[in-house]
């Protein structure tokens, strides 16, 4: 069985910084393309960043420059890291990986 595990969510002030992680048992990782999405109140999930097995990232345009999505095969991990964090950055983040797997979601908060 195939889980998806994220971690690392809080609530920081904005300009602020948070490391998302994003643990997967139970499945082949190194060549399923992994991603993270967010889902405010009230908007639709929408694509944040994408990595495919072999390293090709994309990002949303409104991320570009402050957020990396990177991956450790040997620890079946995808990161988020987020820099420069804004209030409309605030969402409920989910973990993705081809095939149609999530994660239940971690909850980021950018607020003084």
């Known amino acids: 069985q195939v889980q998806l595990v994220e971690s690392g969510g809080g609530l920081v002030q904005p300009g602020g910084s948070l490391k998302l992680s994003c643990v997967v048992s139970?499945?082949?990782?190194?060549?399923?393309?992994m991603g993270w999405y967010r889902q405010a109140p009230g908007k639709e999930r929408v694509l944040v960043a994408a990595?495919?097995?072999?390293?090709?990232?994309n990002y949303a345009d409104s991320v570009k420059g402050r957020f990396t999505i990177s991956r450790d095969n040997a620890k079946k991990t995808v990161y988020l890291q987020m820099n420069s964090l804004k209030p409309s950055d605030t969402a409920v983040y989910y973990c993705?990986?081809?095939?149609?797997?999530w994660g239940p979601g971690t909850q980021v908060t950018v607020s003084s």
């Open positions: 993705f990986m081809s095939g149609s797997y």
């Open positions: 139970g499945s082949i990782f190194s060549s399923y393309a």
């Open positions: 990595i495919t097995g072999d390293g090709s990232t």
